[in-house]
């Protein structure tokens, strides 16, 4: 399972997102899209993945939401 959340700023659509991957091989990766985002202001982007028998893994990072853009992640 996975879900990603935007915190801060004005957002009016895609503030959390979640979902299931199946199957994924070790040292893979997977590009997740979705409806759009939509809003303004600065942004923490929260990613968080679950895989059964595990502990939670969490990663942040911080961007400028403009209108359908997420600019400057860091």
């Given at each position: 399972n996975w ?31 979705d409806k ?39």
């Open positions: 879900s990603i959340e935007l915190a801060g700023g004005l957002v009016l659509l895609g503030k959390t997102k979640t979902g299931t991957i199946d199957s994924l091989p070790i040292d893979d990766s997977i590009v997740i899209t759009p985002v939509i809003g303004l202001g600065k942004v923490t982007i929260t990613v968080t993945v679950e895989v059964s028998g595990e502990e939670p893994m969490t990663k942040s990072a911080s961007g400028f939401l403009l209108f359908f853009f997420v600019l400057g992640v860091k």
